[in-house]
């Protein structure tokens, strides 16, 4: 079974440049997520939708940070303009369902460094 | 409200001895518990979860977590350490309420392994 892919794996901006992450979840699963990981801290949810629709976004910088999930499947994240303090690794994870329980299946990840 | 308390941000063992990540919880409804581990530059792997069933979890390469109730613990053990186990792990929680489905992540624990 193929897992969750992203990408690109690396990137390099100057600060107040926009960039774009992809992200293809695991066939089949309804649930995506964006998490956002500062060096030396744990993942931080940024948003999840469920199939196209968002369930929640409650922590995503809406000034600068958008998403979409266009026909349930495939997701973009951007960010424009970059900050310095967006420098982190940008993770992607999906999900049978949306559910406690349910197990997330993480991406390899994008590198973002912001100069 | 949830959160997750990761009682080391560093452990340092010699391989073939036990290891120890230690992880305290709170939770306001009854939570799923999970710890991934992460190797340098590449994704967030699932060792094990604990969703209500045994309270004693086995996972993948060895490790095993307990769930302690009364303590609001989750730590994770390995008998005898081996030079892969070395990365940093996380422990996360998930539960009800508001909170449906999101994961909240400790700052993790740095594992050495030294020959």
């Known amino acids: 079974e193929a897992g969750v892919a992203q990408s690109p794996r690396y990137k390099i901006i100057e600060k107040r440049q926009s960039v774009a992450f992809w992200c293809n979840p695991i066939?089949?699963?309804?649930?995506l997520y964006w998490y956002q990981q500062i060096l030396g801290q744990g993942p931080k949810l940024l948003i999840q939708?469920?199939?196209?629709?968002?369930?929640?976004d409650s922590q995503l910088p809406k000034d600068r940070f958008s998403a979409e999930r266009l026909k349930g499947v495939d997701s973009t994240l951007k960010i424009q303009p970059a900050k310095l303090e967006d420098s982190a690794v940008y993770l992607c994870?999906?999900?049978?369902?949306?559910?406690?329980?349910?197990?997330?299946?993480f991406g390899p990840g994008t590198r973002l460094l912001v100069l | 409200a949830q959160s997750v308390t990761q009682l080391d941000s560093h452990v340092s063992v010699s391989e073939g001895t036990p290891v120890l990540l230690r992880c305290n919880y709170s939770s306001s409804y009854s939570p799923s518990l999970f710890w991934y581990v992460q190797h340098p530059n590449k994704g967030l792997q699932l060792l094990l979860k604990?969703?209500?069933?045994?309270?004693l979890v086995k996972g993948i390469n060895g490790f095993e977590a307990e769930f302690k109730k009364s303590e609001t613990s989750f730590h994770l053990t390995k008998p005898s350490a081996h030079m892969s186990d070395a990365a940093e792990y996380f422990c996360v929680v998930s539960a009800g309420g508001t909170s449906y489905g999101k994961l909240t992540f400790g700052q993790g624990t740095i594992l050495t392994v030294h020959p």
């Open positions: 604990y969703t209500s069933a045994a309270t």
């Open positions: 939708f469920q199939n196209n629709g968002v369930v929640d």
């Open positions: 066939s089949g699963h309804a649930t």
């Open positions: 994870a999906s999900s049978l369902f949306t559910g406690y329980q349910e197990t997330q299946y």
